[in-house]
């Protein structure tokens, strides 16, 4: 069964001042990631602000970040929406362009129950040959899918490998693990969450943060493994407040307002979501400063 590894990076789309991609940042990004120790990119997530990508853009990014990376890492696309159909359809075109995954939300705003929910994973998987990695994100969704329910679809189809778990509830997430043991794959939806993940048998984390503290990140999850707790935990501490001011509002306006000041060129969200305030913007400034990043504020 393929593995991703222990560091899947949420990438986010760069868009340039007329609010297309930046295909040149993009480069730039992959090869930072790449650098900092990822070992898959997920594409098109929401921290890559999926829900305002058209179909193209999507197809475009998946085959220029595989092309990218090559051998160095996993690339997993985020294919699905609430609808199954076009679900099917994008995972279908991804799968031609050689993608390694995908990552399959639970379909949000329609709110199918646990057994429509189960229906319309078993369908996407029924349709692919490629891993899937189911995303349980309740706060955004507004559906939580079940351990029970997990645990039907992996027994029932050999391609879904594993989940992005962010309920942010530690008796789900430990249910998950003494249901649904290794080789199904558990990682941490919320970089803060990783380190309490690990320790229930967590195999790693989908990360925001690791596009600024990627090293930081990998040497934690490795520290764990290697018996060295203590380590882990220091580094787990040292990087919280990071990990909290990256979601002071809404992801991914933070992150790209922090790779901003850090001297990169990724432009605003796409609307919905607004430029980030000026409160938040000075809590940003604030940890990274105290955290050692020298800060471009102009």
Known sequence: MIHFGSLITAMITPFSNDDEINWKEVD???DKLL????DSILVSGTTGEAPTLSKKEKLELFARIK???????????????????????LTKEAEKIGVDGILATAPYYNRPPQDGL?????????????????????????VNVLPETLKRLANDYSNIVGVKEASGDMNQISTIRRILPHPFLLYSGDDSMTLPLLSVGGDG?????????????????NSYF???????????????????????????????????????????????????????RADLIKVLKEYGFEVNEG
């Open 118 to 142: 189960y229906l319309h994973f078993a369908k996407i998987a029924s349709e692919t040959s490629l891993p899937i990695i189911v995303y349980n994100i309740p706060s955004r969704t507004a």
């Open 28 to 30: 730039r990004i992959v």
């Open 67 to 89: 092309e990218r990376v090559g051998n160095k890492a996993k690339v997993i696309a985020g294919t699905t929406t609430y609808c199954t159909k076009e679900s099917i359809e």
């Open 35 to 38: 650098e900092d120790g990822s």
């Open 205 to 221: 984390v989908i990360s925001v943060a690791s596009h600024i503290v990627g090293k930081e990140i990998k040497e934690m999850i």
């Open 226 to 280: 290697k018996g060295d707790v203590n380590r882990a935990s220091e580094l787990h501490l040292k990087l919280l407040p990071i990990f909290r001011v990256l979601f002071v509002t809404t992801n991914p306006i933070p992150l790209k307002e922090a790779l901003n000041l850090l001297g990169y060129n990724v432009g605003k969200c796409r609307l919905p979501l607004n430029p980030i305030d000026a409160k938040s």
